[in-house]
Each structure stands twice: as structure tokens, then as C-alpha cells.
């Protein structure tokens, strides 16, 4: 399928964009963690085949570049293994936006692949021995989005990091297909 066929929806979100469960079993926060547990080899298995002009395809006309969006992937995830930590050590703490598409276009975004590889790799380590470790009343721990205007609990963040992941997993698989097959 090219890009052609897609329309600006279906590129930028080849998943379907997010939406919270209306309830969180057992099973799906099972499953969100496995998600998040298995992304790094998941990630490393498919961008290893990629080369330079390749990593440097975008995913979308005007969209970030595969090597960017693994790079994105870290720099998400570091943040959202920070606003984690302060849910469980603080109260609803107020959390520190940043603008994704500045922090796309700096320096460390050409850095070989292998750093963001690498910190994916212990970022979700540690993210899945948090959420495994919790209890119930933990879930619940909460903290503040002041840009979205939204109070996430530690089960929305599991289900939406989850989804992150393999939201930008798909826009590089999808890439490779419409356009290295």
C-alpha cells in the first residue's frame, strides 16, 4: 500500500488514536505491561534492517523521521518513567511538559540509534518492575498534566504508554512497508 491510498489520519495514527479503557482488569494492565516490557526488542528487531537514507524516510509528509521517532520514543519514555516515580513518591504532583517536536530537532537526534536503543531498554526495566510491583491503592496514584488540563492515575499511564509504544512501533513497520518492500 502506498501512501497515497492513506489519508493524513491513518499515517499519524496507524494504531487509532488513544482511548482509555473504560475499566482496567487484571488481564489488560497485564497485557500493557508486556507491551511496555517487550517494546525495546520489538523496536531493536526492526529498525537493526534499516539503513541511513532509510531511517531518514518520515513517516508522514511533514512527519519526524524514523531515526527521529525512536529517538522520541526515549526521550517519552524517560519522561514518563519521571512522572511515575513522582505519582508514587508525591502528592498529585504538577508534572513538566515539554514541547516533543523541539526536543525531535536537537543535537542527539542523530546520535546512532544504539543510545535510544539502549536507554528504551532500562527506562522499561524500570518501568515494568514499577507496575508490577503495585498494589491497587498504587494504580491510583495520580499526577497533573497542566498542558492537557488532565489528572492521569499510574493505570491510564500504563494503558497510554502502552499504546505510545506501539503506536510509533507501527509508524515505522507501516513506513517499511509502504515504501522498503
Same mark, same amino acid.
Given at each position: 500500500?502506498?501512501? $497515497?491510498?492513506?489519508?493524513? !489520519?491513518? =499515517?499519524?495514527?496507524?494504531? @487509532?488514536? +488513544?482511548? #482509555? ?8 494492565? !497485564? ?9 525495546? *526488542?520489538?523496536?531493536?528487531?526492526? *529498525?537493526?534492517? =534499516?539503513? @541511513? $537514507?532509510?531511517? &531518514?524516510?518520515?513517516?508522514?509528509? @511533514? @512527519?519526524?523521521?524514523?531515526?527521529? *521517532?525512536v529517538h522520541h520514543l526515549a526521550d517519552s519514555h524517560m519522561n514518563a518513567l519521571t512522572r511515575i ?6 502528592? &498529585? ?8 517536536? #523541539?526536543w525531535a530537532t536537537q543535537a542527539d537526534v542523530k546520535l546512532p540509534l544504539e543510545s535510544s536503543l539502549k536507554m528504551l531498554e532500562g527506562i522499561h526495566?524500570?518501568? *515494568?518492575?514499577?507496575?508490577?510491583? =503495585? ?21 491510564? %499511564? $500504563? #494503558?497510554?504508554? #502502552?499504546?505510545? %509504544? ?13 515504501? +522498503? &518492500?
Amino acid at each position: 500500500m502506498s501512501t $497515497a491510498t492513506l489519508n493524513d !489520519e491513518q =499515517l499519524r495514527y496507524p494504531t @487509532g488514536k +488513544f482511548k #482509555a479503557p473504560e475499566t482496567y482488569t487484571p488481564e489488560y494492565i !497485564e497485557q500493557c505491561i508486556e507491551t511496555i516490557k517487550t517494546l525495546p *526488542v520489538r523496536l531493536r528487531a526492526t *529498525v537493526i534492517q =534499516l539503513n @541511513g $537514507a532509510q531511517l &531518514n524516510t518520515t513517516y508522514r509528509p @511533514g @512527519g519526524w523521521t524514523l531515526q527521529q *521517532v525512536v529517538h522520541h520514543l526515549a526521550d517519552s519514555h524517560m519522561n514518563a518513567l519521571t512522572r511515575i516515580k513522582l505519582a508514587l513518591t508525591e502528592n &498529585n504532583p504538577t508534572i513538566k511538559a515539554y514541547d516533543e517536536a #523541539a526536543w525531535a530537532t536537537q543535537a542527539d537526534v542523530k546520535l546512532p540509534l544504539e543510545s535510544s536503543l539502549k536507554m528504551l531498554e532500562g527506562i522499561h526495566q524500570h518501568m *515494568v518492575a514499577l507496575f508490577e510491583s =503495585l498494589t491497587e491503592e498504587q494504580w491510583q496514584r495520580t499526577f497533573f498534566h497542566p498542558e492537557r488540563n488532565i489528572t492521569y492515575t499510574l493505570h491510564l %499511564s $500504563a #494503558a497510554m504508554y #502502552a499504546w505510545h %509504544s506501539n503506536h510509533h512501533l507501527a509508524h515505522i513497520t507501516e513506513t517499511m512497508k509502504q515504501w +522498503f &518492500n
